[in-house]
Structure formats: C-alpha cells, structure tokens
C-alpha cells in the first residue's frame, strides 16, 4: 500500500495538533501500524495557522514529512485556503462544513463535510470539535479502526473529560457512517 500521508490544518485553539496525535497514537499503538507527526505553527498560541502532519504505513516509515497529503481535514477557511493546494488530484478532504467553504478544487477529489464545531457546541463544550472531527476521519477514512481511535482519544485526553471527549467521537463517527451510507 505505501505510505499515506495526512495534513490536518486549522487555528491554534481548535486541537488540530491533539487531533494529529491521536490519529497517529491510534495507528501506532492501538492498529499495529507505524506513525509519525511532524507540526507547525505560528507564533501566536490561539488563532494563528497551524498544522499536524501525519504519516501512517503498515511498514517503518522512512520520510516522516508529508509533501502531497492523500488526506486531508481542514478546520478553517484560511487553512483550505493555505493547504488544499498541496492535496493530491484523487485525495479525500473532510471539512468543518459551517466554517469552511471548498472552492477551486480539482472535480476527483472527494469531499465530506460535518458540522463539527455544531455537535461539539450541542455537547456542551466547544473546545471538543476536534475530537468530533477524529470520530468523523476514523469513519469516512477506515485508516485507522474504530476500536484503535477510540483507546487513543481515552489515551490522549485528561481522565476527567474523557467520557465528554467520546460523546464527540461517537458523534463525529456517527455522522460519518451515515454520510457514507447516504452515498452509497
């Protein structure tokens, strides 16, 4: 299979790097696969640009950098904006679909959209969107097995938000499943 590279993009503030983490732990420790992570970001700690690379094989990994992601999640316009040119032609895109809006996008790329940031809100706690997103990847994608997903985001979280942080997971799964089943 090769490698398959990730970039999940969006401002600091949203998880985006806690999201590369767990997809990447997921993989590594849960999926009998290999990961790596590499980020970046801007100076400013909330609400500057920011991105989590994640590289997931079945075999060691040699390039831990990601140059043409195969996937993608943008949590922002100004990352779409910034990173959805790097996309492959045939790549998967997953977005925030009220806060980003997909345009100039080559018509092979597939495109899933979930309001993340919506059922994070109707859960009770925004900051969650992120882990939203990671139940929806783990849905849309089957990268990474549910079961690998969901010990990694217990792994990854502060014990006393863990049973809020799979609220969002189950969610973001779910909408997924159904978005896929819709298709079908």
Known sequence: MGPTEIKIGGLGG???????????????????????LTQAFGPEARGSAC????????????????????LMVAMSQDAFV?????????????????LVKPAGLPPT????????TRIAEELGKK?????????????????????AAREAVKDSVPPATVEL??????????????LLAAKA
């Open 82 to 98: 910034k990173f959805s040119p790097e996309l492959r032609p045939d790549g998967t895109l997953l977005i925030e679909e009220d």
């Open 109 to 116: 790329v597939k495109v899933y959209a979930v309001p993340a």
């Open 165 to 178: 942080n799979m609220k969002a997971f189950d969610r973001g799964y779910a909408y997924g499943k159904q």
């Open 51 to 70: 991105s989590a690379q994640v590289v997931v094989d079945t075999s060691p990994i040699l390039y831990p950098y990601v140059h043409r992601p195969h």
């Open 14 to 36: 949203q998880g985006v790097i806690l999201g590369g983490i767990i997809i990447g732990k997921a993989a590594a420790l849960f999926d009998d696969k290999h990961s790596c």
């Open 127 to 147: 900051m969650v969107l992120n882990i939203v997103m990671v139940g929806f990847f783990t849905a849309v994608t089957g990268l990474v097995s549910e079961q």
